[in-house]
């Protein structure tokens, strides 16, 4: 992850400006994603996104040194805050996206949905930061040390987390009768 300062000078401004305009290009689908694993809401995802660049892009405090964890957190507060004007917690999202490619039969198709309802459904029993590991994990591929800077943890401590979330995951998927391959 490259280190950012937040624009100490007027000659530094242009470069960070350019710097902001890479980083949204580069990583602006993936904190999208997230937040819409987070909350359900294309919108209010895209929303997320556009208000944590903007706050960077204001932000005039310390070096920040994993922009990527820093917009991440900054997206996710900002998520809670509108759920809670909202009286709306965040909720998963309705239908997850198949990026596994396309099947060959609409039977197919149809169980595909179906595993994805079911598996969402048990998602969202799960606590905040149990469903927030593992879409970091297994939507996002990021590592443990990754998801540790952005939940200010140890490496270890996800590693547990993500054990116990997938084990807790897998327990009320046997709950529910439905085997987890």
Not at 14 to 19: E, G
Not at 78 to 95: E, F, T, Y
Not at 137 to 150: E, G, L, N, P, R
Request: aromatic share 8%.
């Amino acid at each position: 992850m490259t280190s950012t300062s937040s624009g100490q000078g007027g000659n530094s401004e242009p470069d960070r400006d350019q710097v902001i305009e890479q980083f949204y290009r580069t990583h602006s689908r993936e904190l999208w994603a997230l937040f819409y694993a987070m909350c359900g809401d294309p919108e209010r995802a895209y929303d997320a996104v556009q208000e944590c660049f903007l706050r960077y892009y204001d932000y005039r405090g310390e070096i920040v040194r994993d922009l990527r964890a820093w917009l991440l957190r900054v997206g996710q507060n900002w998520l809670r805050d509108v759920a809670r004007r909202k009286s709306n917690s965040c909720r998963l999202l309705p239908g997850l996206d198949d990026f596994s490619g396309h099947r060959d039969s609409a039977e197919d198709l149809f169980s595909l949905s179906e595993r994805q309802k079911q598996v969402r459904g048990a998602l969202s029993e799960l606590n905040e930061d149990d469903r927030k590991v593992l879409v970091m994990k297994y939507s996002m591929d990021w590592s443990a040390a990754q998801i540790a800077k952005v939940m200010d943890c140890s490496a270890a401590a996800i590693d547990m987390r993500l054990s116990r979330a997938r084990r807790r995951l897998a327990e009320i998927l046997v709950e529910r009768g439905i085997d987890n391959e």
